[in-house]
Every structure is written in C-alpha cells, then in structure tokens.
T-cell receptor, first 111, second 115 residues
Framework: QKEVEQNSGPLSVPEGAIASLNCTYS??????FFWYRQYSGKSPELIMS????GDKEDGRFTAQLNKASQYVSLLIRDSQPSDSATYLC???????????FGTGTRLKVLA | DGGITQSPKYLFRKEGQNVTLSCEQN?????MYWYRQDPGQGLRLIYY???????QKGDIAEGYSVSREKKESCPLTVTSAQKNPTAFYLC??????????????FGEGSWLTVV
C-alpha cells in the first residue's frame, strides 16, 4: 500500500454542487494532514491542515479526518469553475519531518 | 513580503551540463525541501534539510545534490548524472517547532528542460 493514496480522477461536478475528495493513508504516516490545490503549471497552495479526528471548516472547505479508518477527505461546497484544479493530499511521516504527497485528484467543475 | 523565491523560472540544459536552481526563503523556516514533479504526476522528494549544513536524501536523490550553507538558502544542482531531468522543480520550507503546524509552503517552481 502506498503511504498516501488518492483517486486520480477526473472528478466532474456541476457548478454549485459539493465536491468530495478522498485520501487514504498507511500506518507509516503520522497524524498531520494537509490539502493543497494546484492549478496547471503552478505550484501547490495550501487549502487547510487537519490534525485531530473530526471535521475542520474554513469557508467553503471542510476537511474530515477519520483515524480509525485511515482516511482524510476534503469537501468543497458551492463548487465554482475556479475550483477546477488538482488537489493534493499530504501527510508527515512518523518520526521524521518528511512530507509524503498523494498523486492528486483532478477536479473539474462544470459551468 | 515573506515567501520563498525560486530562480530561474525557466531553464534549458544541454546534455552533459550541470545546472543549479536557486531557492531563498525569508520565512525563518528551519527546514527546506526540494521536490520534482513530472507532468500529470505527484510530487517526489529529492532532498530535505532540517538544519544548516545537514541534509537527507529523499526518494529520488540520484543525480542531484544540494547545499545548505545558510538557513535562508538551499540551492539544488541537477548534475549530468541525472539522465531525465526535464521536470518541474519545487522548493518548499516549513517550521519544525510546531508553529504554523509545521505546514510546508512552496515557491513558484522552476521548469527545467533538456535540449
């Protein structure tokens, strides 16, 4: 099993809908998780981080962490065409400061 | 403004040449990282450094070297031993003391093309 896994997509949702992005992780990664958005040809930008079990909300974004099932998800409410990008899930590895990234999920929001 | 500056943004390398990518940060971050991203692929770690004059190999260190003589700077050299260097290179930094959650932040990236 890869340390951080994501479905590559593309995930297509209509404008105004909720986009749900998922990420699973292995035992090797620790409890710090991050979601980044990357537009084509640009560098990743942080959307939010989550460390504790449960939900964390920031504007239209909600991150959810479930340690028992080893997954972390990102919900985007009221999706906009400008949300169309690749979303990267990242985690820190246990005992080090190495960050491991998933391969990303491409999201397309259809106008 | 605080941030991470990478240069050059675009670089062309001839076969057999070494090239160096610059990365400077003024965020007072302890750790700096170099990632490589190939088209349609995820980020792969080349090297990371947690302190001046110390660095650790990542998953794809072969054909690359780094230095960390100053806290603010961590240049990456792509050597002629790297047979397929055409990629997007990302420099990043983070704290290590728990402030800002040790979140990793990225520079704007450098595109390297072999001609």
């Amino acid at each position: 099993q890869k340390e951080v896994e994501q479905n590559s997509g593309p995930l297509s949702v209509p404008e105004g809908a909720i986009a749900s992005l998922n990420c699973t992780y292995s035992d090797r990664v620790s409890q710090s998780f991050f979601w980044y958005r990357q537009y084509s040809g640009k560098s990743p930008e942080l959307i939010m981080s989550i460390y504790s079990n449960g939900d964390k909300e920031d504007g239209r974004f909600t991150a959810q962490l479930n340690k028992a099932s080893q997954y972390v998800s990102l919900l985007i409410r009221d999706s906009q065409p400008s949300d169309s990008a690749t979303y990267l899930c990242a985690a820190t590895t246990t005992g080090t400061y190495k960050y491991i990234f998933g391969t990303g999920t491409r999201l397309k929001v259809l106008a | 403004d605080g941030g991470i500056t990478q240069s050059p943004k675009y670089l062309f390398r001839k076969e057999g040449q070494n090239v160096t990518l610059s990365c400077e940060q003024n965020l007072n971050h302890d750790a700096m990282y170099w990632y490589r991203q190939d088209p349609g692929q995820g980020l792969r770690l080349i090297y990371y450094s947690q302190i001046v004059n110390d660095f650790q190999k990542g998953d794809i260190a072969e054909g690359y070297s780094v230095s960390r003589e100053k806290k603010e700077s961590c240049p990456l050299t792509v050597t002629s031993a790297q047979k397929n260097p055409t990629a997007f290179y990302l420099c990043a930094s983070s704290t290590l003391d728990g402030s800002s959650g040790n979140t990793i932040y990225f520079g704007e990236g450098s595109w390297l093309t072999v001609v």
